[in-house]
């Protein structure tokens, strides 16, 4: 099957729908399919041979995040190029009401067209304003997908129609396979605790770990917080003032060194305010044996089971987060529960079942 994968956002600063779409793509691939994903991308960005760069892409605040699109009549005339030789069985576009590469790609495809939408959002005003102007070209979908029953429901209440759910996938085996790295391991003494996400996103909830910092140390002084991602934090770090010593900030790492931090650390702290859909690196920290302690919200709340996978804690509240981590610090018999259970819950969201799922869409819209 020749598969086009059409990806609103920039590869020059990866994030969570970009990474789905490079995994979709390279589990298609080693299923043997002809695949061809559309991106946006400096020239000088380093992407797979699958990836075909669209050019730069312009950053725009978006749903409490910094979306970087693309639009206008060359990405027009760059999309009808790529359509036309790529001469697609089936085209699927992430995020088709972007306006970057996706919704051109929806005006511009013809024949079977399959969507996904990933984004969660309690109201916008702007889509649903927009929904009547993009009703024709939503039409034009065959088959939509939700990563998550909350982008479902923000999909059906503001956009109309409906969605089959088929979740975020992670390489479960990736993540329980990795060897942990001494500098990074914890004891119950001097537990280490990890932090994925952009940093120069608010509701990614960094602050709100920071501001739990005191707390946690006051019962655990050898608590080290271990931070990984892209973003300045050193003034927010900084104004910890003694307790700084215990946060490192390491930086943007590749897949392996994540995976061995997840493999690492005591638990996996995910301190998010709102606003988010599915939840990949809860997955990603579960896969990895690593327990975790997450905010309450919806779509975290689904993917630990209502807390059977995991501690759940009042968003934007530092002192009950602190609270969390020195429950699971404390302990490690819980922690071992929640880790094994976890485990055995991962594999609905390997890329083998979820690859499988969304081919069994395909097949479904190449026949109609």
């Not at 950053?59 to 699109?69: E, Q």
């Not at 005339?77 to 085209?91: I, P, Q, Y």
């Not at 897949?255 to 709102?274: F, N, W």
């Not at 981590?325 to 302990?331: F, G, P």
Request: negative net charge.
């Amino acid at each position: 099957m020749r598969i086009g994968l059409v990806c609103p956002y920039s590869f020059d600063v990866p994030g969570g729908v970009q990474y789905h779409v490079r995994d979709l793509a390279e589990n298609l691939i080693e299923r043997g399919h002809v695949v061809s994903v559309l991106a946006p991308a400096e020239d000088d960005t380093p992407v797979p041979p699958y990836v075909e760069a669209a050019g730069r892409a312009v950053p725009v605040k978006y749903n409490g995040s910094v979306a970087r699109l693309t639009f206008g009549p060359v990405s027009a005339a760059r999309v009808h190029r790529w359509l036309a030789d790529g001469d697609f069985d089936v085209v699927h576009i992430h995020e088709p009401v972007t306006p970057s590469l996706s919704l051109l790609a929806l005006w511009l495809a013809t024949g079977p067209i399959v969507a996904t939408f990933h984004t969660a959002t309690v109201r916008s005003r702007a889509m649903q304003l927009a929904q009547p102007m993009l009703r024709p070209s939503l039409e034009k979908i065959t088959a939509r997908i939700a990563v998550s029953e909350d982008a479902r429901r923000t999909l059906v209440e503001h956009l109309g129609g409906d969605a089959v759910v088929i979740p975020n996938g992670v390489r479960v085996a990736a993540f329980a396979g990795a060897s942990p790295r001494a500098a990074w391991q914890g004891t119950d003494p001097a537990p280490t605790f990890a932090f994925v996400g952009r940093l120069d996103e608010p509701r990614k909830g960094l602050q709100v770990l920071l501001d739990a910092v005191p707390s946690v140390l006051e019962r655990c002084p050898g608590a080290r917080f271990l931070v990984l991602g892209p973003g300045e934090a050193d003034d927010q770090v900084a104004a910890l003032g003694p307790h700084a010593a215990a946060v490192e900030l390491l930086g943007p790492l590749d897949d392996a060194a994540k995976a061995a931090l997840l493999r690492s650390v005591t638990a996996y702290v995910a301190p998010h305010t709102g606003n988010e859909s599915f939840g990949i690196v809860l997955v990603e920290a579960m896969s990895a044996g690593a327990p975790v302690v997450a905010s309450d919200l919806a779509a975290f709340r689904r993917v630990l089971g209502e807390g059977e996978y995991g501690l759940l804690v009042p968003p934007g509240d530092p002192r009950a987060l602190a609270a969390g981590l020195v429950e699971v610090v404390a302990n490690p018999h819980r922690r071992a529960v929640m880790a094994a259970r976890a485990s055995r819950a991962v594999g609905r969201y390997d890329w083998s079942r979820v690859t499988g799922q969304v081919l069994e869409v395909y097949q479904t819209v190449c026949v109609l």
